[in-house]
């Protein structure tokens, strides 16, 4: 069974940053393409970044592109979120979340992730 743990969740004001971890179990965490998504009170779960398995393709959501980066370490089974220039709209629970087939593409689509962390809320103050 995959379990899948984020981290590093907190507040931070208007421009700073965060770097949110997913640590991963369960499953060969280097086979499978990994998304960050995020959702905000009232609002329907929302993309964010995904990653390829081997760390060599990303996409981003236009609202994020430019500010934040995903990233992963196979080794250490772990992805990353580095939020820089942190805007209010940023503000939202985080969930990890892991491909539902192994050497898939990185997907906008959450239906396309089988396995989802308890997420990690993140809170940036104006």
């Known amino acids: 069974q995959v379990q899948l743990v984020e981290s590093g969740g907190g507040l931070v004001q208007a421009g700073g940053s965060l770097t949110l971890s997913c640590g991963a179990s369960g499953r060969t965490f280097s086979y499978y393409a990994m998304g960050w998504f995020r959702q905000a009170p009232g609002k329907e779960r929302e993309f964010v970044a995904a990653i390829s398995w081997s760390g060599g393709n990303t996409i981003y959501a236009d609202a994020v592109k430019g500010r934040f980066t995903i990233s992963r370490d196979n080794a250490k089974n772990t992805l990353y979120l580095q939020m820089n220039s942190a805007k209010p709209e940023d503000t939202a629970v985080y969930y990890c979340?892991?491909?539902?087939?192994?050497?898939?593409?990185?997907?906008?689509?959450?239906?396309?992730?089988?396995?989802w962390g308890q997420g990690t809320q993140v809170t940036v103050s104006s």
């Open positions: 979340a892991m491909r539902r087939t192994y050497w898939g593409a990185p997907e906008t689509t959450p239906g396309l992730y089988d396995s």
